[in-house]
């Protein structure tokens, strides 16, 4: 086969046969050899076996990282760093951890060590300056709530293993109304890349993830997040003005990005208002709640985690707020001109010069309202007298799919930005 021919290449004529006999060994056995090398130090062996067999650093069959876990298991600190430096992909999961909560709970007294060499290998490997953050209203209901007045809601499972490929491009992905249905299809797409919020991602089916998601109070929000940043801080509010009986609320997570962006923060907020309902929503008493929980929350983290410096801190709301910038002007400028919120879709467009487009519109088979714009990126500069970092948009879009096709009854919202 293929790979047989890659050994006919690299080994020297006469030696093939040896070669596609190491090829053939059982992987128990290629896997035991590999540590032994590792744990008596003997990194040249170690590199003789990856001359003739070089994707055991991917370990197809028992993954390489298995190698890492091992050696820091062992407290094999050299061996450790060696592997990283080799180009172990560290972006995996480990027991459900970041690489860097795996050390911090196997082999604390090497993490300094282990952690400088790691990052310098993902900022040559990915050199990063920019983020790329999604809001996404995502229309999963299981199919068993599914009435009259949401009954275009369908195709959960397609849409949802869809969506998971869609948004697997983004760094920070903030979600709405994952009631349950179809969270492990989602995250099919996602798993080698990122992490849910802790006990937010699927318990394996959407039975169990709806009473999970119904007992948790969870309101439909959703976060999944790049498997090389680490969550500082959490906390979630569920509104207490509201017409409906869903548990709407908000997140909001300190993500530490230093893996990526040395030194920077970002602090995210996702969060889903009443529907207008003709009037009845109680949007402007959700926006009172938002804000006041924003600043509870900042002077929270202010308290217990005095190290951060609020000036390398990127400060987003995200979600679907079911106001239409066009109509309800008088909510939009409660969160705009009175609170400060900037649009960062519409400051892109503005400085293209293009005009908005819709989030949620009759041109998308799922819906069937009028077009609108309910689906925000805001950012936030200043928040009790403390200067966040400025963000800049740099890319900014609608994301949608041919009639049909689509993930959602909402198109998705993307922005890039700096900070």
């Known amino acids: 086969g293929p790979r047989e021919k890659n050994f006919y290449k690299i080994m020297e004529p006469g030696n093939q046969e040896k070669a596609v006999s190491e090829h053939l060994r059982e992987p128990s056995e290629r896997f035991s050899e590999a540590k032994a090398l590792l744990q008596t130090g003997n990194f040249s062996g170690f590199d003789e076996i990856l001359k003739k067999l070089p994707s055991i650093l991917e370990f197809r069959d028992e993954s390489g990282l298995n190698l890492?876990?091992?050696?820091?298991?062992?407290?094999?600190?050299?061996?450790?760093?060696?592997?990283?430096?080799?180009?172990i992909d560290c972006r995996q999961k480990v027991g459900g951890k970041s690489l860097i909560e795996f050390i911090k709970k196997a082999h604390?007294?090497?993490?300094?060590?282990?952690?400088?060499?790691?990052?310098?290998?993902?900022?040559?490997?990915?050199?990063?300056?920019?983020?790329?953050?999604?809001?996404?209203?995502?229309?999963?209901?299981?199919?068993?709530?599914?009435?009259?007045?949401?009954?275009?809601c369908q195709k959960q499972d397609w849409r949802a293993t869809n969506l998971g490929i869609e948004l697997k491009k983004y760094d920070i992905i903030q979600l709405q109304e994952v009631w349950g249905s179809s969270?492990?299809?989602?995250?099919i797409g996602l798993r080698d890349t990122h992490f849910p919020l802790r006990g937010y991602g699927s318990w394996g089916g959407t039975f169990l993830d709806t009473i999970r998601a119904t007992l948790k109070r969870t309101g439909g929000l959703y976060s999944s997040f790049r498997s090389d940043f680490t969550v500082e801080y959490f906390r979630k509010h569920v509104y207490a003005a509201t017409i409906t009986r869903s548990g709407k609320g908000i997140t909001s997570v300190l993500y530490n990005l230093d893996l990526v962006l040395p030194g920077k923060f970002i602090l995210a907020f996702n969060t889903h208002f009443d529907p207008y309902a003709g009037g009845k929503g109680r949007q402007e008493e959700q926006i009172g709640e938002l804000r006041s929980f924003v600043e509870q929350v900042v002077g929270e983290v202010s308290q217990k985690r005095p190290a951060v410096n609020f000036s390398n801190v990127a400060l987003i709301i995200t979600g679907d707020f079911n106001i239409n910038a066009e109509e309800s002007t008088r909510l939009y400028n409660l969160l705009t001109i009175d609170w400060g919120l900037r649009d960062l879709y519409l400051e892109y467009c503005t400085k293209k010069g293009i005009e908005p487009e819709s989030t949620h519109s009759p041109r998308n088979s799922y819906a069937d309202h009028y077009e609108s714009r309910l689906d925000y990126v805001f950012a936030l500069d200043h928040v009790l007298g403390e200067q966040f970092a400025s963000v800049e948009v740099i890319n900014s879009q609608v994301i949608k799919q041919e009639i049909g096709d689509e993930f959602s009854d909402h198109w998705g919202l993307g922005c890039e930005i700096l900070f």
Not at 68 to 85: N, P
Not at 183 to 187: G, T, Y
């Open 68 to 87: 890492l876990h091992h050696m820091i298991l062992d407290k094999e600190t050299g061996a450790a760093l060696y592997l990283i430096e080799k180009g």
């Open 108 to 152: 604390p007294s090497a993490l300094g060590e282990i952690e400088t060499v790691l990052r310098g290998r993902v900022l040559r490997q990915n050199p990063k300056t920019s983020l790329k953050v999604v809001s996404y209203n995502t229309y999963l209901i299981p199919s068993w709530f599914v009435n009259k007045k949401n009954r275009t």
């Open 183 to 187: 969270i492990d299809k989602l995250e």
